[in-house]
T-cell receptor
Framework: GENVEQHPSTLSVQEGDSAVIKCTYSDSASNYFPWYKQELGKRPQLIIDIRSNVGEKKDQRIAVTLNKTAKHFSLHITETQPEDSAVYFCAASPGAQKLVFGQGTRLTINP | DAGVIQSPRHEVTEMGQEVTLRCKPISGHNSLFWYRQTMMRGLELLIYFNNNVPIDDSGMPEDRFSAKMPNASFSTLKIQPSEPRDSAVYFC??????????????FGPGTRLTVL
């Protein structure tokens, strides 16, 4: 079955700097890759997603890139702000709406 | 819309007791997912339904776990008997499945289960 690896597990950056989180997946049939943000004690919420027919997608300060050949995708957050502090999860869908999540990255923005 | 509703929000029970978690999906959504979140194993899909029919229950850990969706607006996840290792946050999520496309899964607030 699908396996998603996410790195790093923790990331600390200075406010205003950029943050990058990387994920790899194993199933070449996967064609949908969402990213969720989970604040402490809260539910996961979708922040951006990308489908396999697109190599890059951007929404204001966040962007996602996808390399299907290498089976990896990344989340980029620019001009980080304190409210970006949270746990971020990548996921891959091998089909039929099923999502397999990475282990998560705890992002801390230092003022 | 009130979003996905889960109850109870917190449950503390003793080993061996039956636990029932409840979920009301967003009105109009036709797919429902049950997830379990722990520090060790992360966010795991347990089971999901399309149009009230269970599609994939390969993530259900063992026979002690069962899930039902008797109608489009209600689902339960039952653990009987419960064990301390079942302690986790259980999330329900729903989405609107349209053809073969992927759509956002909206998560509920979760139920924090503690089995003593």
């Amino acid at each position: 079955g699908e396996n998603v690896e996410q790195h790093p597990s923790t990331l600390s950056v200075q406010e205003g700097d950029s943050a990058v989180i990387k994920c790899t997946y194993s199933d070449s049939a996967s064609n949908y890759f969402p990213w969720y943000k989970q604040e402490l004690g809260k539910r996961p919420q979708l922040i951006i997603d990308i489908r396999s027919n697109v190599g890059e997608k951007k929404d204001q300060r966040i962007a996602v890139t996808l390399n299907k050949t290498a089976k990896h995708f990344s989340l980029h957050i620019t001009e980080t702000q304190p409210e970006d502090s949270a746990v971020y999860f990548c996921a891959a869908s091998p089909g039929a709406q099923k999502l397999v999540f990475g282990q998560g990255t705890r992002l801390t923005i230092n003022p | 819309d009130a979003g996905v509703i889960q109850s109870p929000r917190h449950e503390v029970t003793e080993m061996g007791q039956e636990v029932t978690l409840r979920c009301k999906p967003i009105s109009g959504h036709n797919s429902l997912f049950w997830y379990r979140q722990t520090m060790m194993r992360g966010l795991e899909l347990l089971i999901y339904f399309n149009n009230n029919v269970p599609i994939d229950d390969s993530g259900m850990p063992e026979d002690r776990f069962s899930a039902k969706m008797p109608n489009a607006s209600f689902s339960t996840l039952k653990i009987q008997p419960s064990e301390p290792r079942d302690s986790a946050v259980y999330f329900c999520a729903s989405s609107l499945r349209t053809g073969g496309s992927y759509n956002e899964q909206f998560f509920g607030p979760g139920t924090r289960l503690t089995v003593l």
